[in-house]
Nanobody, 121 residues
Framework: QVQLVESGGGLVQAGGSLRLSCVAS????????MGWFRQAPGKERELVAA????????HYADSVKGRFTISRDNAKNTMSLQMNSLKPEDAADYYC??????????????WGQGTPVTVSS
């Protein structure tokens, strides 16, 4: 079972940038489709971005297209989310997740503990 650990969250002003990272414990990291989810207080968890096992295919929520970029480095068992032009509505707990399903918006089975992102206006 893969273990996921996120880092990089914090407080940023609107318009600023943050880079989230996720490190996976499993040496078969390249066999997992990976995703970033977020959940704000009182809201449902949503898929923000996902990336295929090879890194060739990506998926983004409409709300973050053009501002966020997901990437992965299979040699280092890491995944990142570069978040630019942050808005107050981007504030949430962000979670790294993994699935063996090849579908990018499939059900994810493994989750990190989350890292908070706060955006001040």
């Amino acid at each position: 079972q893969v273990q996921l650990v996120e880092s990089g969250g914090g407080l940023v002003q609107a318009g600023g940038s943050l880079r989230l990272s996720c490190v996976a414990s499993d040496r078969s990291f390249a066999s997992y489709t990976m995703g970033w989810f977020r959940q704000a207080p009182g809201k449902e968890r949503e898929l923000v971005a996902a990336i295929s096992r090879s890194g060739i295919s990506t998926h983004y929520a409409d709300s973050v297209k053009g501002r966020f970029t997901i990437s992965r480095d299979n040699a280092k068992n890491t995944m990142s989310l570069q978040m630019n032009s942050l808005k107050p509505e981007d504030a949430a707990d962000y979670y790294c997740a993994a699935t063996r399903n090849v579908i990018l918006n499939a059900k994810y089975d493994y989750w990190g503990q989350g890292t908070p992102v706060t955006v001040s206006s």
